[in-house]
């Protein structure tokens, strides 16, 4: 806005520097309009006048001159006069055609303040301002002076007067006739009109009756010139003599003809267009004019022709100078006029530069404050943001500590938790409780203690499920049996409140892709919630509809507890969210878990409230929505213990004691540094194991010295991690072959990732379940057994090109390869052998041990027999020869320890 405005200020500011130069002149004076009527346009004395206008005019540059030829019409004379009244003329000259018929207008305009000049000719009236003309009378009256003056004793005179009755015709006429009156020599014999003179001139020339004619006064050159053609014609040129009026310059007319001895004289009569001019310049200059300016007149005869003719020619050519003159000046004006105007535009576009430059140099200015002014503020934003950044960081360690060091603690609890929960089984089996009044009172305790790994387990849920981190593993799982399952755990609950517990469907055969461990926890919650709202006698259904027609299956949970306000309906799956009729204890993240759960399935979970609150789960019946990796196989559910063979404990059944069949017991390394769980593992594991504990300060020392035959191993340890610990023993040959199972707290893929990649044979997630610690410590130890079994029997087949590529084959056929070699020397010893190996005797002796079962002295005497049985089949050398080539020390030690294996001594073996 404020920019459109300075635009337009700018703009105005431009034009009034054009008006400054161009538009106003305050020197230039005011330009006067004069118009002139001429009455008559043909003759040359008319043209002198108007000529005689335009030179006086031509003189002053405050003057615009503008002739009407009415060309002896006076009605057109009387428009033109009408026309200069009404459109501003400053000055009107008339020379009029006939005194009456012009009054009314030339008073007309004089009565309006127009100055009026009246030329020449007279009209009848007073009102107007000046009159310029020459005496007409005096005119006539030179004309008869003139004849007198010749002494002529008698002058006959032909009088030629104008056709009309112009103020000059009577005026002529009577001067003339006042002299002629009173001059006896003189007598006008005839007065004719000039427009009479082809017809009646010869006549009175020719006539006898009239007196012959030897004067001829006509009252203009012309006129005498015509007349004294016809004389010519009659031959009297020479006795008459002719004298005309207006005395012009120029060929044919009054002095020239005057010159040629045409007329004796010409009685000049001046136009008075210079005059009338000069008059009209000084009223326009509000100077004093009178009101009749008087013109002279002379008479031009062969005396002074010559002169007048000089002195016209002179002030012709003066004339002609001047109009050159002014021509030069008028040309100069215009070429000054044309630089002027340049100069003014270059003037102009100068000052539109400068501007403009100015303009531009402020607009720079301006520009730079602004980017001035932005980069401060972009300094300030960025600062700023920084700021912001730095905080959000600061809070979010801030936050994520707070958050880990909760879920570190939550993961915390989960190990006291589960060694109480592992006690009270103990306890349990006990038959002194059984039998006693505490058995309630263990329940619980128990109870309890389940419950509270179960907020426990939440919590880390939604961390979890806030974090992404879940996977779902899908399974093929039977819905009703599931839900059975479920139910029964709920049954007994039901009866003691005696609340009716129903579970329906219209499918017991439908199967559904779940994640069972999830949907675990959302029946758990649903039913845990609907248990919690209904009163005692009330109704909790769990009812499966499966439509045929229709992708999904849907599982009704109905109670006929207190229900959901409607208002509240929308937020009842909202993390925290607690309801306005819910005065229970509860942690508000149940159902929101729930609901991301079912998400996560691509199922959908809705809330009804009517009596009582029913929620209702969709899912869908195939298991095209999932994605491969979403899907793992699981066994059908036959008991409940498969259920909770996931890595949550949730199982309250009690598991039966392990049984021992080994003689030897197998020994276990246990890197633990709660000494809680060290405890708990000691007196559960001592019973069949011999048990070696490290707190994870001498993990790796402990291990090779002792070499056990599995390890279990904790992840937050105070020097190495779990991680670190299971890596360096899974890297280093002498331990290499040992089973470790890692135990640790944090259940999410990227520990359980790690732990496999460092080489852990499982992992297992606190709290776990002691029978299943103890079934996959059996499990690791019987296939370690099978792998024993096989080493054994390929043993001489393992060599580098085996495609078993780990640890132990790679050990095993280095092994057989230093004994080869050192076959023929009876002086190699298990210590040359360990030494070869990099290793100690006793780790060789324990690795040997653990991987084939045998005494490794007694693997290196096999290897030797083995060949010598060989060389007695295959080569013909004798028997001590190849007691010496298998290193045999002597020929008798060979036949004894050949005999001792094979039952035959080589002699006989060789037979
Ligand atoms: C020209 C003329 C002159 C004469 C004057 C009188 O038209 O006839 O010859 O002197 O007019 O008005």
């Known amino acids: 806005m404020s920019r459109i405005k300075k635009y337009t200020t700018y703009n105005y500011f431009i034009l009034l520097i054009f008006f400054v130069l161009f538009g106003c002149n305050d020197n230039e004076t005011k330009l006067y309009k004069i118009g002139f009527s001429q009455c008559i346009s043909k003759d040359d004395w008319r043209k002198a006048m108007d000529h005689e206008m335009q030179v006086e005019a031509s003189l002053h540059t405050d003057i615009n001159l503008t002739v009407f030829q009415a060309n002896e019409n006076i009605e057109l004379q009387k428009k033109h006069i009408e026309f200069m009244i009404n459109n501003g003329f400053d000055v009107i000259v008339i020379s009029p055609l006939r005194p009456e018929p012009l009054v009314p207008l030339v008073e007309k305009a004089y009565d309006k303040g127009i100055p009026v000049i009246i030329v020449d000719r007279k009209i009848n009236s007073e009102k107007f301002t000046a009159f310029v003309g020459a005496n007409n009378i005096d005119v006539g009256r030179n004309a008869a002076n003139y004849i007198a003056s010749l002494n002529e004793k008698k002058a006959n005179i032909l009088e030629i007067k104008g056709s009309d009755n112009s103020s000059p015709v009577i005026e002529r006429h009577l001067g003339f006739h006042k002299i002629v009156k009173s001059e006896a020599s003189l007598s006008v014999v005839r007065s004719v009109k000039d427009e009479e003179i082809e017809q009646r001139m010869p006549q009175i020339l020719d006539s006898l009756s009239v007196k012959p004619i030897n004067f001829v006064f006509a009252f203009n050159d012309d006129i005498a010139y015509n007349a004294w053609k016809i004389a010519k014609s009659k031959g009297l040129e020479k006795t008459i003599k002719f004298i005309g009026v207006d005395g012009l310059n120029g060929s044919n007319n009054g002095i020239d003809l005057v010159q040629n001895g045409v007329l004796s004289a010409t009685i000049l009569y001046p136009t008075g267009g210079h005059e009338a001019i000069k008059i009209a310049m000084k009223i326009l200059r509000n100077e004093n004019v009178p009101k009749n300016n008087k013109l002279n007149t002379t008479i031009i005869d062969y005396r002074n022709a010559e002169i007048m003719k000089n002195q016209y020619d002179r002030i012709n050519k003066h004339q002609n100078d001047i109009e050159i003159q002014q021509d030069r000046i008028k040309k100069q004006e215009q070429t000054y006029s044309t630089q002027s105007n340049i100069l003014k535009v270059l003037l102009g576009l100068l000052i539109i530069s400068v501007l403009l430059a100015a303009f531009s140099i402020y607009s720079a200015y301006n520009i730079k404050k602004k980017k001035r002014e932005l980069e401060i503020r972009n300094k300030k934003i960025t600062v700023q943001r920084n700021q912001i950044k730095k905080i959000a960081k600061e809070v979010k360690i801030s936050n994520d500590a707070r958050v880990n060091f909760f879920t570190g603690l939550s993961h915390e609890f989960k190990t006291p938790i589960t060694l109480i929960l592992s006690s009270i089984e103990s306890l349990a089996e006990n038959k002194a409780i059984k039998d006693s009044k505490l058995l309630s009172e263990v329940g619980l305790i128990f109870n309890n203690s389940k419950r509270l790994l179960r907020l426990i387990n939440q919590l880390l849920d939604f961390r979890k499920v806030e974090d992404r981190k879940f996977i779902l593993r899908a399974s093929k799982t039977n819905l009703y049996q599931f839900s059975n399952i479920i139910f029964k755990d709920f049954e007994r609950e039901a009866q003691r409140r005696n609340i009716n517990f ?51 299956v849907k599982i009704h949970f109905k109670d006929s507890g207190i229900g959901i306000p409607k208002k509240e309906m929308d937020n009842v799956f909202l993390a925290f969210f607690q309801g306005s009729n819910n005065n229970k204890a509860s942690s508000g993240i149940g159902l929101h878990l729930s609901k991301e759960f079912i998400e996560m399935h691509k199922g959908s979970i809705e809330v009804i409230s009517k009596h009582g609150a029913e929620f209702i789960i969709s899912l869908y019946k195939d298991k095209a929505h999932l994605s491969s990796d979403e899907i793992i196989y699981e066994a059908d559910m036959v008991d409940s213990s498969l259920l909770n063979s996931n890595l949550d404990y949730e199982d309250d059944s009690f598991t039966e004691p392990l049984v021992v069949n080994d003689e030897d017991n197998y020994s276990v390394l246990v890197i633990e540094d709660n000494l809680d769980l060290v405890k708990f593992l000691r007196t559960k594991l001592s019973a069949e194991y011999t048990v070696h504990f490290s707190d994870g300060t001498n993990a790796i020392e402990k291990a090779l010295e002792i070499i056990p035959d599995i390890i279990l191993c904790d992840i937050n340890l105070p020097e190495k991690s779990g991680f670190d610990i299971c890596e360096i023993l899974k890297k280093d040959l002498r331990t290499s072959h040992i089973p470790t199972i890692i135990l640790t707290a944090l259940n999410n893929k990227e520990s359980y990732i790690k732990g496999l990649e460092s080489g852990a044979d499982l992992f297992l997630t606190k709290p776990f379940s002691f029978a299943i610690l103890a079934q996959s410590i059996k499990t690791l130890i019987y296939n370690r057994e099978k792998l024993r079994y096989y080493f054994v029997n390929n043993v001489h087949s393992i060599d580098d090109s085996s495609s078993f590529g780990s640890m132990e084959q790679q050990f095993v056929s280095d092994l057989n390869k230093i004994i080869n070699k050192n076959i023929d020397n009876s002086k190699f010893s298990v210590e040359n052998l360990a030494n070869d190996l990099n290793i100690s005797r006793i780790q060789l002796y324990r690795k040997m041990k653990a991987i084939m079962g045998v005494n490794i002295s007694d693997y290196i005497q096999n290897i030797r027999l083995e060949k010598a049985k060989n060389m007695l089949i295959n080569t013909p050398l004798t028997i001590s020869e190849i007691a010496y080539a298998t290193g045999f020390s002597s020929p008798n030690y060979f036949s004894t320890s050949f005999k001792n294996k094979f039952n035959k001594s080589p002699k006989a073996f060789r037979g």
């Open 502 to 552: 129903t579970l329906s469907t219209n499918n017991e055969d439908l199967s559904v892709y779940i994640d069972r461990n999830l949907m675990d926890k959302v029946y758990f919650n649903l039913l845990s919630n609907a248990f919690k709202f209904t009163p005692n006698n009330g109704e909790i259904s769990i009812e499966i509809q499966d439509k045929p027609d229709s992708n999904f």
